[in-house]
């Protein structure tokens, strides 16, 4: 006789899986250290996770609809670097911030173009433009940092990056804020259902009227935007930007919470919330390393197995799904 229980269990285990990790994770984290679920450490947590937790909002519409972008990393340095001129020039918030949002909107149109329009696989494109954004990049900077007015980023600029309301930073509210506008994007929108049937059955998806080119330019401009929002809160909260270095495994770590958090790497299936769920396993995982004393770079070699583990397992359970 089959138990109540099982079929709960193996809901959550199918579309829910990170919940599974994140518990785990907070019990070998507070086995680790005893202020680890204090709730100082939980918001120090989702504050560090905001830049690529932003990022990753955006990979997982992208991956649900059946693609990759490779070029996040490099959008987000070449962004931030223009941003931080700008400010220099401008000593404005509002036209820095704007600047960001242009110039990864724009960025992440051209990903769409050549994906939607000219065909060529998502894969291809952003590999191409994650290596011509990064070049120029670097020659924006001449290999060095940018630097910001710190007289001024420390009377303006700062103020968002380390600021906090009602005790709880800037950047968190930011984070959720956005989190909660792409569940209401994605699940509440005709885009939304758009974006989960091109990623479902592409041929489909035409036959039934969606434009589905236009569709695919919308989703990597919307992630472009994303990313510029990450880019200038990266710029608040550092006063500098590497442009060797900043940004770099940005889209490991944005496919890796996306992989987490449950979203099928195939397409058609994916859930913003289990994304959010996934950047703080993901961060947890560093800290639990951190209090652990394990060296900091066997962190990518986990992140490689745990993305590896997240589709594997994917597929074990939508296997057993069908056969069922």
């Known amino acids: 006789m089959k138990t109540k229980g099982w079929p709960f269990l193996k809901n959550i285990l199918i579309n829910h899986n990170y ?9 070998i984290g507070r086995i680790a250290s005893p202020n680890f679920l204090s709730f100082a450490s939980l ?14 909002l955006g990979m997982t519409m992208v991956i649900i609809s059946g693609n990759i972008d490779l070029s996040v990393g490099s959008i987000l340095a070449f962004t931030a670097a223009n941003t931080a001129i700008m400010f220099n020039n401008t000593h404005s918030i509002l036209l ?3 600047y960001a949002m242009f110039i990864g909107t724009l960025l992440g149109f051209v990903n769409g173009f050549f994906v939607g329009k000219a065909k060529v696989a998502s894969f291809i494109v952003t590999l191409a433009t994650m290596a011509a954004f990064r070049s ?26 380390y600021g906090t309301f009602l ?24 885009f939304g259902r758009y974006v989960y049937a091109v990623g479902s059955n592409e041929k489909a998806a035409k036959l039934s009227g969606i434009n589905v080119d236009r569709i695919k330019i919308y989703i990597f401009s919307l992630t472009g935007l994303l990313t510029g929002i990450a880019a ?7 006063g500098s930007v590497d442009t060797a270095t900043a940004g770099k495994s940005y889209e490991l770590d944005a496919i890796a919470a996306v992989a987490i958090g449950g979203t099928s790497m195939a397409g058609g ?4 919330q289990g994304t959010f769920f996934g950047i703080i396993v993901l961060y947890s995982i560093d800290s639990v390393l951190s209090a652990l004393r394990v060296p900091a770079f066997v962190n990518d070699l986990i992140k490689g197995i745990l993305i590896l583990g997240a589709v594997l397992l994917q597929k074990v359970l939508n296997n057993r799904k069908v056969n069922n």
Request: charged residues 10%.
């Open 136 to 161: 120029l990049t670097v020659q924006q900077g001449q290999g060095g940092p940018i630097l910001i007015d710190q007289e001024a980023y420390y009377s303006i600029l700062r103020t968002i990056g």
């Open 232 to 238: 200038f809160l990266y710029v608040t909260r550092f």
């Open 167 to 190: 005790k709880i930073p800037y950047l968190v509210w930011i984070f959720v804020l956005i989190v909660g506008l792409m569940i209401f994007l994605m699940t509440k929108t005709k």
């Open 43 to 56: 918001i120090n947590l989702i504050k560090s996770s905001a830049f690529i937790g932003i990022i990753a």
């Open 19 to 27: 919940v599974v990790s994140l518990i785990l994770l907070l019990i």
């Open 269 to 272: 299936k994916g859930f913003i």
């Open 96 to 98: 820095s911030v704007g």
